[in-house]
């Protein structure tokens, strides 16, 4: 491993962390991965044995050690039958932005695009039409009649966009309480709630408005960073949450609203950014 002050920094987390694993197995029937394969080293306790090992340069970043770490879910179902409380996310996310740093973790090129795409606003909203003329001019339907996305391997994408997928909106960034005043909340659409989401965000609005709250919508927000942070990218990561802290310091913001999970456990992460304070803020809110 690098000697670096970073790398020596990761290797030391990475190793107080892991190093509460008792390897009790607990875990196992919880992981999906495991549940699938039956192979250790497909499951929360053989992936930090395996993650304990790079750390301590007993491993090396093969192809085969970066596979097994890849394939994992995220899920964190093993967190919550952990009776050590192991805190197996951030093991993983360390892991990851290792195998990342010494190149075992080559996306392929939608990999490639899907982390660099929601960072890139004017990238994602001219994606966002795209699909929108895709869906809406016949081209889906005579795409799937040519299997052209089973040829692509782009079946799975093609099956989560919403039916029917709604024009892109970009709200406004204030919307009044009617009638007597509740709060104020600040909507986080994300990179993709503009686009993919445009019913649920409009009606989101129209009920926390006549609730009685104050509806923000930052301009300036973007993309939460859990896809660049579970992908081991630390760095692209950090750029994103620093730009949403600065877009949601409204001081009259009461309450953070996400419509999707995976956003709101990332930013529940951001209390233990490089901003501790403004990050910790940000985290109770959401």
């Not at 987390?13 to 919880?30: E, F, N």
């Not at 999906?32 to 306790?45: A, I, N, Q």
């Not at 993983?92 to 195998?99: D, P």
């Not at 040519?146 to 692509?152: D, H, T």
Request: hydrophobic content about 35%.
């Amino acid at each position: 491993m690098s000697d670096s002050p970073a790398h020596q920094s990761r290797s030391q987390q990475l190793m107080a962390l892991a190093d509460q694993c008792v390897k009790c197995g607990l875990c196992l029937p919880h992981c999906p991965t495991y549940r699938e394969t039956e192979d250790e080293s497909e499951g929360p306790r053989g992936r930090i044995s395996l993650l304990q090992g790079l750390a301590l340069n007993a491993l090396e970043p093969t192809p085969a050690l970066a596979g097994h770490i890849d394939r994992c879910l995220g899920c964190r179902a093993c967190e919550a039958a952990c009776p050590a409380k192991v805190r197996y996310s951030e093991i993983l996310q360390l892991g990851r932005a290792e195998l990342a740093d010494r190149g075992a973790l080559r996306p392929t090129w939608v990999g490639r695009l899907g982390y660099r795409l929601p960072s890139h606003r004017r990238l994602l909203k001219g994606a966002s039409w795209a699909l929108f003329a895709y869906q809406r001019s016949g081209l889906q339907t005579v795409a799937k009649r040519l299997r052209l996305p089973q040829r692509l391997g782009l079946a799975r994408a093609d099956t989560y966009l919403p039916q029917p997928l709604l024009a892109p909106t970009k709200p406004k960034p204030f919307h009044p309480a009617r009638g007597k005043r509740r709060g104020g909340v600040a909507l986080f659409t994300g990179c993709t709630g503009e686009a993919l989401a445009a019913g649920t965000l409009a009606s989101a609005i129209t009920l926390l408005t006549r609730l009685g709250y104050d509806v923000h919508v930052p301009q300036s927000q973007g993309c939460c960073g859990a896809l660049n942070a579970h992908a081991g990218q630390t760095g692209a990561a950090a750029a994103l949450r620093r730009r949403n802290l600065a877009a949601f310091a409204e001081p009259d913001i009461d309450h953070i609203i996400h419509f999707a999970s995976g956003c709101g456990a990332e930013l529940k992460s951001y209390a233990s950014d490089e901003a501790p304070e403004a990050g910790a803020r940000f985290a109770s809110k959401s």
